[in-house]
């Protein structure tokens, strides 16, 4: 018996040992001890491989206000299989999203996102190429094309959409979800709702899990079903550029567009891998942050009654003198003003996206500190939608402050990016989260059912789906 509680002793203490010694050498690989270039932000870098991820995944914001009230609003950490400089510092994330590339810095996210979202993906792309990829999804949501060609297309799909929920339980979460792939797949090949659009949808949910993952290639990870996910999509939209090719018909939408860009020559010819990547970066990036953020208003005029009488009367308004067949126009959706408060709130209070990733091509000098080349650093915006200087009593719901001044020209609103990163899809999103709103208001009233739960990290989601029961207005 005392032999083999001496044993357990033992491995005991050689676990702990070799746990320090683990954590401590991966210190010594990454930290000051072997630079001679400069002093590294503080912080600490976890353990080989996998650095602080699972604390990063699990804790969310938690995780990084301990460290900021540790460390200060610049410290380094070990996240998604990369040495990782984190700033909170509004003044110096608005000058790092504008230097970009001359001040040593290009988009760096993942392995994971890079490998299941393709090479050509235009948040990840920088030099020659971002200035083509960009240019190819600039000329397909500019304002002549949403006035004249995707608001018309939006408008006739959320009339649709929207139909008949009054009289039913209605999950939110589950019908945004699905007005965001579909309206997407309208406008970007004409697929409606089908088997194609189901295949899709199912793809598309493992590809989105795959993109904040280790890159761990091992059948039953998210990686690898996040990859999987991706070829089969791929084979997908290959297939329809090919029958696209073989009919020689001609269609209003973006794949259509993207298959004759190029063809007179204003613009570089895109290969069908570009292709392909950009409408997998439009489906993926359009998706989330729709959806979401639509099931969210709903969540935060449920609890506001004020803000949802403002915004029904402010549509109500533009029903005014139409018929119910007749659809918004440009204009309509430029007058939305309070809706337009609304959106932004939404997005600034339930942090859809909590921060852009920049990656070294040279050491960068950083308040004092020197951020070796080829690591990440993380622009973590989140911290800024909550800052009590730029948004009074921060954690209330008050679509009233983006009327009272202008909040979209101040120099630290990131809630789309900034500098020539800035969200291309910026007004066609809000387009159609505006016209989302305009029906819902106008044709229902509601009331939460039963206890619908929020959660707000890695990514914003309702576990069991937020109910509602619906009625006629």
Same mark, same amino acid.
């Given at each position: 018996m005392a032999l083999l509680l001496l044993v357990l002793v033992g491995v005991v203490v050689?676990?702990?040992?070799?746990?320090?010694?683990?954590?401590?050498?991966?210190?010594?690989? *990454?930290?000051?001890?072997?630079?001679k270039?400069?002093?590294? =932000?503080?912080?600490?870098?976890?353990?080989?491989?996998?650095?602080?991820? &699972?604390?990063?995944?699990?804790?969310?914001? +938690?995780?990084?206000?301990?460290?900021? /009230?540790?460390y200060g609003r610049l410290f380094r950490t070990h996240i998604l299989g990369c040495p990782t400089v984190v700033c909170m510092d509004p003044e110096l994330n608005?000058?790092?999203?504008?230097?970009?590339?001359?001040?040593?810095?290009? #988009?760096? *996210?993942?392995?994971?996102?890079?490998?299941?979202?393709?090479?050509?993906?235009?948040?990840?792309?920088?030099? =020659?190429?971002?200035?083509? !990829?960009?240019? %190819?999804?600039?000329?397909?949501?500019? #304002?002549?094309?949403?006035?004249t060609s995707l608001l018309p297309k939006?408008?006739?799909?959320?009339?649709?959409?929207?139909?008949?929920?009054?009289?039913?339980?209605?999950?939110?979460? %589950?019908?945004?979800?699905? !007005?965001?792939?579909?309206?997407?797949?309208?406008?970007?090949?004409?697929? &409606?709702?089908?088997?194609?659009?189901?295949?899709?949808?199912? $793809?598309?949910?493992?590809?989105?899990?795959?993109?904040? +993952?280790?890159?761990?290639?091992? =059948?039953?990870?998210? @990686? @690898?079903?996040?990859?999987?996910?991706?070829?089969?999509?791929? +084979? !997908? /939209?290959?297939?329809?550029?090919? $029958?696209?090719?073989? +009919?020689?018909?001609?269609?209003?939408?973006?794949?259509d567009a993207l298959l004759r860009s190029g063809n007179d020559g204003t613009r570089e010819k895109l290969t069908d891998e570009q292709i392909i990547d950009l409408l997998i970066a439009l489906i993926y990036s359009g998706y989330e942050t729709m959806s979401t953020t639509s099931m969210m208003a709903v969540k935060y005029l449920s609890d506001h009654p004020q803000a949802l009488e403002e915004l029904r009367r402010e549509h109500l308004d533009i029903r005014k003198g139409k018929s119910p067949e007749e659809a918004i126009s440009y204009e309509d959706f430029k007058s939305m003003a309070f809706t337009r408060a609304v959106i932004f709130e939404t997005l600034r209070l339930a942090t859809v996206v909590n921060g852009l990733l920049r990656k070294t091509t040279k050491d960068v000098e950083m308040n004092g500190y020197v951020i070796p080349k080829g690591w990440r650093i993380y622009v973590y915006t989140r911290e800024i939608n909550y800052d009590p200087f730029m948004y009074p009593d921060p954690m209330t719901f008050n679509p009233w402050r983006w009327l009272e001044k202008n909040m979209e020209s101040h120099p630290h609103f990131m809630l789309f990016g900034g500098g020539g990163r800035m969200c291309p899809g910026k007004e066609v999103g809000t387009a159609e989260i505006a016209t989302f709103l305009h029906y819902f208001v106008t044709r229902y009233r509601w009331e939460e059912e039963g206890k619908n739960t929020i959660l707000k990290f890695p990514?914003?989601?309702?576990?069991?789906?937020?109910?509602?029961?619906?009625?006629?207005y």
């Open positions: 050689g676990v702990v040992v070799a746990s320090s010694l683990l954590l401590r050498w991966n210190e010594v690989r *990454y930290g000051n001890g072997r630079r270039e400069g002093r590294l =932000p503080p912080g600490t870098m976890g353990w080989p491989l996998f650095g602080e991820t &699972t604390e990063f995944l699990k804790q969310g914001p +938690s995780f990084m206000k301990q460290r900021r /009230l540790r608005r000058r790092m999203l504008l230097q970009g590339e001359a001040g040593g810095l290009v #988009p760096g *996210y993942p392995q994971s996102m890079l490998d299941i979202l393709g090479r050509n993906n235009i948040a990840a792309v920088h030099g =020659p190429l971002h200035r083509v !990829m960009r240019g %190819a999804m600039l000329g397909l949501v500019r #304002p002549a094309m949403l006035r939006i408008d006739a799909f959320m009339r649709d959409h929207l139909s008949g929920w009054a009289g039913s339980v209605v999950d939110v979460q %589950a019908k945004t979800k699905e !007005m965001a792939l579909l309206s997407a797949l309208r406008q970007i090949a004409g697929i &409606t709702a089908g088997p194609l659009s189901d295949a899709l949808k199912t $793809e598309l949910c493992t590809l989105v899990l795959g993109t904040i +993952s280790l890159p761990i290639n091992l =059948p039953g990870t998210s @990686y @690898y079903q996040g990859f999987q996910a991706r070829k089969k999509l791929v +084979s !997908m /939209l290959e297939q329809m550029i090919a $029958e696209r090719r073989c +009919s020689g018909e001609v269609h209003d939408d973006m794949l990514r914003v989601e309702a576990p069991n789906g937020l109910h509602i029961r619906v009625h006629d």
